[in-house]
Structure formats: C-alpha cells, structure tokens
C-alpha cells in the first residue's frame, strides 16, 4: 500500500500543477494624469488575462468590445485602446495603438531591470513584497506577492517572482492598484485578436502622430465636402474647421505625461 505521506505528496503536486494550468482574469485600477501641467485625475478599470506566460492588459471597454466581435457582433472595432499590450515570454510585447481607421502594433524585446528590496507590508490578504524600477523615464515602485501562483502584473511589467498587487512611479502620475481575481476555463486568444495591425517601430508611430496633428480633419474633409453639418438647432452651418483643427490640436498638446515618458511626442508649438 503506498505510503500515507507520499499519497498527500502526491495530491498537493497534482492540485498545485492544476492551479498553475489555470487562466486568470484579473481586474486592476489604473488612475493617472494625462497632463502633467494639470490636477485633473482619471480613473479607468483595466483588465489583464493571464495564460501560462503570456498576458493580455487592456481596458475593460476594450474587452468587452473585443468580446462581442470574438461572438460575430457587429460593433464598431474600438472601445477604448489605452495602454492596450500583449507580453509573450522571453519579454517579447505588442503595444496595439488604434488611430482613426487603421490598427498599429509596435514590436519591441523589454529588458525589466528590477531591484528586488527586503521591505514587506500587507496589502489586503497579500503579503508583499517591495520591488523598483525605471523604465523609459520613470522610477517605479512595485509591491508583489509570493501568495498566488502567478508571475504578472500590470501593462509590461512583468517577471518579478510573483503578481504585482500594487504599482506607482515617482510623480503619483500612475497607479494601478489589483481590486480582484478569478480562475476563467476559456481558452484565451492572443494571437489573432489584432492580426490586421499594421507593424511599425515606435519612430514610426510618432510620425503617424505628428502627421495626424499637422491636419486632425484630413479625413472629415475629403469625405465630408458635400455634406450638410446641422447645429444642435437643426440649422445647417458652415464647418470652421481652421477653429475645429485648432481644438484638437490643443487637446493632443495636454497629453504631455504618457506613461513611457521618453515616448512623450514633442508636437511643433
């Protein structure tokens, strides 16, 4: 008969590996300034979906746009891309940036130099521990557990020997702070979610930027020449868009404190 202790060996190996196999969705919260100059706050509920050692971090209105389109729905292609990245291992990621019609992935191998600290400290049931990193013009301060299996956190933050519960830089620009977590039996899609993406290097997409803000209306206009544009009145009247182009070009402006802080774009004053 084989030996109580190595049978109770046994099923913890089997029920830990069964854990480990599991997907994961976990829900974090993101609050941030887009505006560096500014104290407005904003505030949006993420998502990140964890398969063995991949990652998918996205916007919960992203992931529930992208949910009706995986069913057939017909739904407009965006809800809301911010700070949408796939992490595969060998720290390969795709950071996807949606623009006007088209969906831009940018490719690029990320080397997390993490400096693990011996400070502890309880964050909700999580024993924690205290981990920094600077990254693209930002120190961040890091707090993961050893309490669940899973090596994941946040956007590309990764690769620390446990999950990140808790996230800030320096500034107090970003927070993301890990509200709760459920095992999921589906079978999750990495790799055909965005397969129209068009590939470009992060150069690349600062001139689609730049090219955007140099003419926001280019598109408005070439398709909208013989269109009437009624004001909330219902009285038809002429666009000025020299005043519109201005507007938005002011809005691009504000966004002066993205999170990877040496990719901020320097717009032409």
């Known amino acids: 008969m084989m030996n109580y202790k190595i049978f109770k060996s ?7 590996c069964s854990f480990y196999a599991q997907n994961f969705k ?4 993101l609050t941030y300034k887009e505006d ?10 993420m998502i990140l979906l964890v ?19 995986s069913i057939g729905s017909k739904v407009p292609a965006m809800g809301d891309n911010s700070f949408s990245v796939i992490n595969y291992e060998e720290n390969l990621s795709f950071k996807y940036f949606f623009f006007i019609k088209d969906i831009y992935s940018v490719k690029e191998y ?24 600077k990254y693209k013009g930002r120190t961040w301060e890091a707090w993961y557990t050893q309490d669940l299996p899973i090596q994941a956190g946040p956007y590309i933050f990764r690769n620390l020997p446990g999950l990140i519960i808790y996230m800030e830089d320096s500034t107090g620009s970003y927070k993301f702070s890990l509200e709760s977590i459920k095992k999921i039996s589906d079978t999750l899609n990495f790799e055909d979610i965005y397969k129209t993406a068009i590939n470009v290097t992060e150069k690349q997409l600062q ?5 955007y803000y140099s003419d926001p209306l280019r598109e408005v206009k070439s398709q909208n020449m013989q269109a009437k544009f009624i004001d909330e009145k219902g009285k038809e009247v002429k666009p000025d868009f020299r005043e519109m182009t201005k507007t938005i070009q002011s809005q691009l402006k504000k966004y002066n404190n993205p999170i ?6 320097k717009y032409p004053n």
Not at 51 to 69: C, G, N, P, W
């Open 36 to 45: 560096s100059l500014s104290s407005d706050i904003m505030n949006k509920n």
């Open 26 to 29: 976990l829900n974090y919260r």
């Open 207 to 211: 001139k689609v930027y730049l090219n």
């Open 51 to 69: 398969q063995a050692s991949k990652s998918r971090f996205l916007t919960e209105q992203q992931y529930k746009v992208d949910s009706l389109k």
């Open 260 to 265: 990877e802080l040496s990719e901020a774009i």
């Open 10 to 16: 046994l099923i913890l190996i089997f029920l830990s």
């Open 110 to 133: 990320i080397t997390l130099d993490w400096q693990l600290k011996p400070e502890t400290r309880k964050i909700s049931t999580y024993l924690c521990r205290k981990a920094i990193l």
